[in-house]
């Protein structure tokens, strides 16, 4: 059974930053891609970034040039650095890992809030 634990999340200040870490139990590379998605109140949940398993990467126009995915394959963790943050970044994010035949697995999600 694969877990996916996400951890960092927090309330952060416009402009702050915060890394958030997704542990997975199992080798990441051998899934097919990693993301990292976001479920504001009220919308849908959207991709923020992912990375694949040859490590090429692609991010949300939204947060392009603010935000990073990254991972460390000997720790089987995967990681979003976000800078520069704003208020409609507050939003549970969610790790997700894609297997190479399409299933999905996914966290629990961690609770980002961004305000003064």
């Known amino acids: 059974q694969v877990q996916l634990v996400e951890s960092g999340g927090g309330l952060v200040q416009p402009g702050g930053s915060l890394r958030l870490s997704c542990a997975v139990s199992g080798n990441i590379f051998s899934f097919g891609a990693m993301g990292w998605y976001r479920q504001a109140p009220g919308k849908q949940r959207e991709l923020v970034a992912a990375?694949?398993?040859?490590?090429?990467?692609n991010s949300a126009d939204a947060v392009k040039g603010r935000f990073t995915i990254s991972r460390d394959i000997a720790r089987n963790t995967v990681y979003l650095q976000m800078n520069s943050l704003k208020p409609e970044a507050t939003a549970n994010y969610y790790c997700?890992?894609?297997?190479?035949?399409?299933?999905?697995?996914w966290g629990k999600g961690t609770l980002v809030t961004v305000s003064s």
């Open positions: 997700n890992a894609r297997s190479p035949d399409g299933t999905d697995y």
């Open positions: 990375i694949t398993r040859l490590g090429r990467t």
